[in-house]
């Protein structure tokens, strides 16, 4: 099996970068080959332009979107690791998706209805929280999200099976809560490869 991950994380040592570390690491236990995309180390550019929209019409995918959309393709399952900043995705993984989840490559309309491109692929997601996850639990904050990126984003592209872990309070949270999240990121990772 293939898997991409996509981690958006600016700090090098941050606990998302754990969580990579973590998700490499079970899905190459579990004989998996492992691709991971770290978009503040490549650098990758978020901004779609209209020199994007150009070459799309002209079917010309510009270089750098080619390249994630051609390891997206190769990809069984897909990872997103990434901080939770107000209640979304941070810049770099939003401009990912718009400029790689583009029209003809995640999906089409096909009489005025949305068909996913991406049907086969699984999803996961683990996003870390400042916030506790009671407290997004209880004012329905994790199920927006889930709506927003699961479902508007992921299951829209086609992808049929998507599975969305919160790690809330992640500063605050002793480290042994931090060792209980990076188990339970392997056990997901190992019980969808």
Known sequence: MNHLVVFAHPNPK????????????????????????????????????PSDFVAFKEGKVPEDIAAEQEIIRWADVITFIYPVWWTSLPAILKGYVDRVFSYGFAYEYIDGAPNGLLKGKKALLFSTTGTPDELYAANGMHASM??????????????EEVSHTFFGAVPYVSEEVRSDYLQKAAAVVKGVL
Do not use: W
């Open 146 to 159: 889930k709506q927003t990126t699961d479902q508007g984003i992921f299951n829209f592209s086609g992808m």
């Open 14 to 49: 941050s606990f998302g970068k754990g969580i990579l570390d973590t998700v490499v690491k079970a899905s190459e236990e579990k004989g998996a080959a492992v691709k991971a995309r770290d978009l503040y180390e490549l650098g990758f550019d978020p901004i779609l332009k």
